[in-house]
């Protein structure tokens, strides 16, 4: 969940060392599994729940149009991933994926949510070894793999550091909308910074 006493500022984190993390598997009775159609309404209600996105219209829209776009049906299946628990049921989401951010297609680790309930489990760590593993099975090579988040998710945040991410802080990106960056992004990373530590 975000911590909504935070104030919203938007941050970029990369990671230049792709092929050094940490392997975790999902806890017993849980599984992962590509994309079927119709996962996009527990996809959708998984990032409300998280208060990634205001409503479940809202959030369908967004799937509609990153994931299932011409060009990304190819794609889809293996590189939106999804948890499924004992019940057979969608706890959790995250994805590799395209972003313009940096002014060229790179990859990006995309909408991680997992469910309130299952929070703790180590599933948020299982998902992004697998997109770090699936990085490296399809051949994908590029300068750094990046994510963008922001302050809300100081939590999420901690655990991308422990996976090598680090806070981006150079030259604003061409396409990265944020007002007042180079004022806006140390004030972010040391409110990050401040929760972590008080964790």
């Not at 017993?28 to 998280?50: K, M, T």
């Not at 776009?69 to 959790?92: G, H, M, P, R, Y």
């Not at 002014?103 to 995309?110: E, K, L, P």
Request: glycine share 6%.
């Amino acid at each position: 969940m975000l911590d909504k006493t935070m104030p919203h500022i938007a941050v970029l984190m990369t990671k230049r060392d792709v092929a050094n993390y940490p392997i975790y598997s999902l806890p017993a009775g849980y599984q992962f599994c590509g994309y079927q159609p119709g996962d996009e309404e527990a996809w959708a209600a998984l990032q409300v729940a998280v208060g990634q996105m205001e409503n479940q219209a809202t959030a369908r829209q967004i799937f509609q149009e990153v994931f299932l776009s011409v060009a990304a049906e190819e794609q889809i299946t293996k590189k939106c991933l999804f948890v499924k628990n004992q019940a057979d049921q969608i706890v959790a989401t995250a994805s590799l994926w395209h972003g313009e951010h940096f002014g060229t297609s790179m990859q990006r680790i995309h909408y991680v949510a997992v469910a309130e309930q299952e929070a703790g489990k180590g599933i948020a760590k299982a998902m992004l070894t697998k997109l770090l593993n699936l990085y490296h099975e399809l051949g994908l090579q590029q300068e750094f793999l990046y994510l963008t988040t922001q302050t809300e998710s100081y939590v999420a945040i901690q655990l991308y550091l422990t996976f090598g991410f680090v806070p981006y802080c150079g030259v604003k990106p061409p396409n990265f909308k944020l007002a007042h960056y180079q004022e806006q992004t140390p004030k972010a990373w040391a409110m990050i910074r401040a929760k972590i530590e008080s964790r």
